[in-house]
């Protein structure tokens, strides 16, 4: 309780809340102190800024915000504190929400080796590469107490899928991809470090092709079922690379291929020892070609996908090259 209460002090200073009060005041002494008439009545009212404190000279009457409201509103202690804690709460607005987590678990990665140690066993090393998809980490148990200290509810975080029905962080011991659309984080998706736990996007709409703004206006354009694959690319320096999150396009992204740019598409699915991976980018090259865009299945070496043709196939950018173009003869 008296956690909660310092952070709501903090977030709503007693100064800013008298002022959306409209209490007029004016400076004194070296600029923290301030005096006015006493909101309560017309006797003279001082408000210490630096420390958060009122003192009524009328009634003698003095305290912190949270005496203020319950003097004020004649509510009791617990009262004043859900009013103010309904009042400094911030906009509830998802994307807005996901952007704090992500911000979160990017600050986070530096700090586990663990999660680096995994990002180089997939192929990722260029920590610039890293910084600029915005990979984070989620080592668990730290995020519920990040956002509710900013003011975010528990009801809030436990909609978005942020928390478990236990109320523990959702992701845990998982690298963290944030999933943008229209330049707002749709969705997070997370990988598992270990074999522990699945990978998981939280329960809302994965939204369109991976990244798909900046490859928009590309002629051609290397679409990926994973994000690791989309990750090792960007890193080799494919700039015109989208991912689709899964062999199965939704509507939103193969809408998003046919949008009016004449371009070339090329599938660089799994090549695994099933052949799903090819057969699904026959499908898709089948339905685009359909309406007139060129798409080509690239034939990736038995057994690998793009990130493991880089990690651990020892292939480089030139010789992924050479697949686009030999996927074209």
């Known amino acids: 309780m008296d956690e909660d209460v310092e952070k709501l002090k903090q977030r709503l200073p007693l100064l800013d809340y008298l002022r959306q009060q409209d209490w007029i005041a004016r400076p004194v ?16 009212f001082y408000v210490n800024a630096s420390k958060n404190l009122f003192y009524c000279h009328g009634c003698g009457q003095g305290g912190d915000l949270l005496r203020f409201v319950q003097l004020f509103h004649h509510l009791s202690f617990r009262q004043s504190l859900a009013y103010l804690q309904q009042q400094s709460t911030p906009s509830a607005d998802p994307a807005t929400v996901l952007e704090q987590a992500a911000t979160f ?49 528990f009801h809030l975080l436990r909609r978005l899928g942020l928390l478990n029905p236990q109320g523990c962080d959702a992701f ?4 963290i991809f944030p999933c943008c659309q ?24 994965k939204g369109g092709l991976y990244a798909w703004e900046q490859v928009r206006q590309c002629p051609e354009v290397i679409l ?21 999150m899964g062999t199965c396009l939704n509507t939103t992204q193969i ?51 793009p990130n493991s043709f880089f990690a651990h196939g020892g292939g480089d950018a030139h010789q992924f090259q050479e697949l686009l173009a030999r996927a074209r003869s």
Request: glycine share 10%.
């Open 29 to 44: 002494g070296h600029g923290s102190e301030f005096v006015g008439l006493c909101p309560l009545h017309t006797e003279t």
């Open 105 to 153: 678990y990017q600050q986070q990665l530096d700090r586990y080796p663990e999660a680096l140690h995994y990002l180089k066993q997939r192929g990722l090393h260029d920590l610039a590469s890293i910084k600029d998809l915005r990979i984070g980490y989620a080592p668990g148990a730290s995020l519920r107490r990040h956002l509710t200290a900013q003011g975010y509810s």
């Open 172 to 175: 845990y011991r998982r690298v």
């Open 182 to 205: 229209g330049g707002r984080i749709v969705n997070l998706y997370g990988r598992s470090i270990d074999a522990a736990f699945a990978h998981r996007f939280l329960p809302a709409s």
């Open 224 to 244: 990926v079922e994973g994000l690791f694959d989309y990750a090792v690319l960007w890193q080799a320096g494919f700039r015109n690379v989208t991912c689709s």
């Open 255 to 305: 809408r998003q291929l046919l949008d009016g740019a004449s371009r070339t598409v090329y599938l660089a699915f799994d090549s695994d020892d099933h052949g799903a991976g090819q057969q699904a980018a026959c499908r898709v090259a089948q339905r685009l070609g359909a309406h007139g865009v060129e798409a080509f299945p690239v034939q990736l070496p038995q057994g690998h996908d």
